[in-house]
Nanobody, 120 residues
Framework: QVHLVESGGGLVQAGDSLRLSCVVSGRAYHVGWFRQGPGKGREFVAGITSPGSQPFYADCVKGRFTISRDTAEAPVFLQIDTLVPEDTAIYSC????????????????WGQGMQVTVAA
């Protein structure tokens, strides 16, 4: 069984930076970060491979989001710079044997998610 726990969210001001963490217990495969804004569907934002820690980003976050992981067993971090109110969402991480990219149905295990709110 794999469990994922996110941390680092909260209320921030526009222009701030935030570092989200995803701790994976059990075997860590590829990890993806997703978000779901108010009234919107869940969207992929970034993923990272295991092994190799190669990052992949959704076009809409390139340049502001950085995903990283030191080792396969280490937490997966999502650094978000220059936050804007449109980044307000519930952020979740997920584990997959098959992908580190968009298809949500290929992710096997999910964290509960945490709120990130960006005030204008």
């Amino acid at each position: 069984q794999v469990h994922l726990v996110e941390s680092g969210g909260g209320l921030v001001q526009a222009g701030d930076s935030l570092r989200l963490s995803c701790v994976v217990s059990g075997r860590a495969y590829h990890v993806g970060w997703f978000r779901q804004g108010p009234g919107k569907g869940r969207e992929f934002v970034a993923g990272i491979t295991s092994p190799g820690s190669q990052p992949f980003y959704a076009d809409c976050v390139k340049g502001r989001f950085t995903i990283s992981r030191d080792t396969a067993e280490a937490p997966v971090f999502l650094q978000i710079d220059t936050l804007v109110p449109e980044d307000t969402a519930i952020y979740s991480c997920a584990n997959s044997k098959k992908t580190w990219k968009k298809p949500r149905h290929l992710y096997d295990y999910w964290g509960q998610g945490m709120q990130v709110t960006v005030a204008a």
